[in-house]
């Protein structure tokens, strides 16, 4: 009787072995793009492919559609949910922590509150995402300097835009984008009115920024100076 073959390795019956499976692994291992950034991976892209013929031209287009997609990543991120906490709003290292009035646009008085400032490097992801869930109730911008965002002026010097957060207990939270040293592009797509939930997406600084979030009168921050914080995930105080 004739022995069958033995196969060695993957063959296309075998179900591990798909196409549409290692596309869904590619996918999951490399983040999408925010689509802010969509038009620099565009214009990298196209440069390649203008220059086509000449090595260097391609090459300096394909590594410049990498970079930006590597920068305006948007990775997916699970946030905690147990009640009352209080999450990053953006990738980077804890660079403050103190106490500060909040940003006077926003009507809310001198009396300082316990404020938790992260700085973004090029490396960071740069979007931004609710440090809690709940009904925006003012978005205020303010033209500013570009300063290096790791300094302690920049809270106060540098162009902004606040975002103050009623949850649904009446606690307020606010958070600040601040633009850094090559930033000159905030977004936020966040507007009077909207619920966010906490870790919703709402909005991306370009090139380099620094997040500041003020809290509640009483609320105890749980990270320390140069932790690493992951936006969405990470918890930085919980909420009386």
Same mark, same amino acid.
């Given at each position: $009787?004739a022995?069958?073959?033995r196969?060695v =390795? /993957? ?14 692994l ?6 999408? !793009? ?16 203008a220059?086509?013929?000449?090595r ?5 287009? %394909?590594?410049?559609?990498?970079g ?5 990543r948007?990775? /997916? ?5 147990r /009640?009352g906490?209080?999450?990053a709003?953006?990738? @980077? ?5 103190? +106490?500060? +009035?909040?940003?006077a646009?926003l009507g $809310?008085g001198?009396?300082?509150? /316990?404020r ?5 490097s090029?490396?960071?992801?740069? #979007?931004?995402?609710?440090p ?8 205020q911008?303010?033209? @500013?300097?570009? =300063?290096?965002?790791?300094?302690a ?15 649904d207990?009446?606690?307020? !939270? ?10 000159r ?7 009077? =009115?909207?619920?966010?939930s ?12 620094? %997040? ?10 749980? #990270?320390?100076?140069g932790?690493? +914080?992951i ?7 919980t909420?009386?």
């Open positions: $009787m022995r069958r073959p196969t =390795g /993957p063959t296309a019956e075998d179900p591990a072995f798909s196409p549409l499976h290692m596309l869904e590619v996918r999951s291992a490399v983040p999408p !793009v925010h689509p802010a950034g969509r038009p620099f991976v565009a214009a990298g892209l196209g440069l390649a492919l220059g086509r013929r000449h260097w031209v391609r090459r300096a287009g %394909l590594l410049a559609a990498a930006c997609a590597g920068f305006f948007h990775p /997916p991120r699970v946030p905690p949910v /009640p906490v209080v999450v709003p953006a990738d @980077g290292e804890v660079c403050v922590i103190d +106490a500060a +009035a909040p940003p646009e $809310m001198d009396t300082p509150l /316990p938790v400032s992260i700085f973004l090029l490396l960071d992801a740069h #979007v931004q995402r609710a809690v869930g709940g009904e925006v109730v003012a978005v911008h303010r033209p @500013g300097r570009f =300063g290096s965002a790791d300094l002026a920049a809270s106060t010097d540098n162009e902004r835009t606040s975002l103050r957060l009623r949850t207990t009446g606690a307020e !939270v606010v958070v600040v984008q601040i633009a850094g040293l090559l930033a592009r905030i977004i936020c797509d966040a507007r009077v =009115g909207d619920k966010l906490i870790g919703d997406t709402y909005g991306l600084i370009r090139f380099g920024s620094r %997040l500041d979030t003020y809290l509640p009168a009483g609320a105890e921050p749980v #990270v320390r100076v932790q690493r +914080a936006a969405g995930e990470t918890v930085l105080a909420l009386s």
